[in-house]
């Protein structure tokens, strides 16, 4: 009920939204929103220190700042690398499921060495500033560039969240993690075996690594008890007055916003139909309509294929700017980092790692990771198409003779006027139904066609195929008589798409889910028998849930010797910190 209450409180602001920010009106708008608690999160990654040609994977977990258990406010997080200029390196979107969501980012020869730190954060967070934003500092060695500058020298004091509390002490009475042996050899198989002592007080969510333990000394990560510690007083709700502009909560998906003005005037476009198309083979249609300032919104949900979108107005009486919004960064103005400095006793080792990651880059196609595919978006919601393969057919040249020739159920109306539409006939279910006059949903590779003569004469040699329903539609306050999907051959519509009173632009995906490669070596397989194996992330799992007393898991060691460090970190679902450590070495050394 109270999770209802949230969403219904979130929904009446979004009504008013305008640059993705809301300016608190009153008293009982203030009232409502403190109703909504605030959240915080946790980034786990996969250490303080990486090489140009390594991966730095990662996980969040979003809390409600008031419980500490996942949040149901926020279903987007957001994770960043800033360096010392306070610039983004990235800044990944990524999709929350119950609280928690991962990804990963590979650090290319074009980021040069120096102090970063990784953020993490939803846009309901940016509300109480940078003291609530996740924060853990991240060094990048670039050895590839010239200029090490920028880890010779530190005049900046550590102040970050990781110099608060070094100490990281867990229960680990809940949960206990056993190999089989200390001491492996290089390619060897181990058994991990995860035991929760305590049933339900050890369910929770949790990130699994095994990672070569650093040889130099690095800035503290920050574990999941350590954040636990130096984020105890986060903010439990928003702190701004009557008059403030607040962001809304990402609580129905992205959200993707923007306003509309009349061209010349430059007023706002009130009360108008928005239509946003999502491009590609399975594409998106979403409707929003202006409020008296012309701004629109709307949430997608599903996971989309395209990084783009097309956002057209339909009226076609006057000429509309349309713009689309961007939410403003947080201020980092005060944001620290560490004062990790480089020796020359570390020239070595530098040099040693950085030609082991030029080799395994080099099998890199050898050992893929794998995206997980989500669930194919059905334009035809549910209906079973006619598709139309033109090459089965004498080809005409233009779309309103192939309607004409080809296609049996569809055809332009009103035709050799401004208003010609495209309508396909009705599936009468029954002997009553009323006959309409509306017109179809066109696309065109993904691309929603507003004003159907704009592409009477269309050259259907471009065309590879036509798929159309007959079932009726409603978009937004519109009603539709069918859907007729037209594939170029190339699927390039979108770039020669230019029509009056749209605007095509980015707008960014969120991080794909992947399932991370595992190396095995078997002796049915032997296809990797010849390639090195030099990997210092031996196994990532950033998304354990555990519901049970046991769970196993295997995984192989590298040729690389040493300490490897088996970690367990994350939460409890009733938001206790859990950080268990485990080591094992690696040596070619008889272990007998």
Known sequence: MKTNQIFAIIALLTTYIGHAQYVIKDGSDLL?????????????????????????????HCFNAQTNKPTNVSTIGYVALVNEAKEFIFEHKIKLD????????????????????LLGYTQWMKNSGLSQVFKDDIIIINPYLADQSALLNSTTPETSPSSVDNLSVSDSSIIIMKTQK???????????????????????????????KEEIDMPSTLNSVMYGNAYFNADKEIKQSIGDSIFLPEQRGELIYGTVKNAETGTPAENLPVVISIPGKESLLKFAKTDQSGNFYSYIRKDRKNPMAVIQVEDQNEIYAIE??????????????????????????????SVLNQIENQFFS???????????????????????????????????????????????????????????????KS???????????????????????????????NIEKISLTRDQFRLGQKEYQGILSIETFEGDFLEIYNAKNS?????????????????????????????????????WKPNVNIT?????????????????????????????????????????????
């Open 182 to 212: 200390a001491s492996f050899s290089p390619r060897e198989k181990v058994h991990l075996s995860i035991k929760n002592y305590k049933g339900v007080l050890g369910h929770g969510s949790y990130t699994v690594k095994v990672k070569r």
């Open 366 to 428: 050898s050992k893929p990771d794998s995206i997980i595919q989500s669930n194919p978006i059905d334009i035809f919601n549910g209906g079973i198409p006619e598709v139309i393969v033109l090459d089965d057919y004498t080809r005409f040249k233009t779309l309103e003779e192939t309607l004409v020739e080809v296609v049996k159920f569809a055809g332009f109306r009103k035709a050799n006027t401004s208003d010609a539409y495209i309508r396909i006939g009705q599936d009468f």
């Open 98 to 117: 119950k609280g928690h969501g991962y990804g990963d980012f590979f650090i290319t020869t074009d980021i040069p060495s120096g102090r970063y730190k």
């Open 548 to 592: 049970e007393s046991d769970y196993n898991y295997e995984f192989y060691t590298s040729d690389l010797e040493g300490t490897f460090e088996i970690i367990l970190n994350g939460f409890t679902s009733y938001g206790k910190p859990l950080h268990v450590v485990k080591e094992i070495e690696v040596t070619t050394k008889n272990l007998n």
């Open 503 to 539: 605007l095509v632009v980015p707008f960014e995906q969120p991080v794909p889910k992947k399932n991370y490669f595992v190396q095995s070596y078997t002796p049915e397989n032997n296809s990797f028998e010849r390639i090195p194996d030099y990997r210092r992330i031996l196994f």
């Open 431 to 461: 002997y009553d139904e009323e006959y309409n006059d509306f017109p179809a949903i066109v696309l065109i590779d993904g691309v929603f066609i507003p004003h159907h003569e704009q592409i009477r004469s269309y050259d259907a040699r």
């Open 32 to 60: 409502n929103l403190k109703k909504v608690p605030q959240e915080k999160a946790y980034v786990d990654h996969n250490g303080s220190l990486s090489f140009s040609g390594e991966y730095l994977y990662y996980a969040i």
């Open 324 to 353: 689309k919004g961007t939410p403003s960064h947080i201020d980092l103005s005060n944001l620290t980092f560490s004062n990790f400095s480089l020796s020359k006793a570390q020239a070595e080792y530098i040099k040693n790692r």
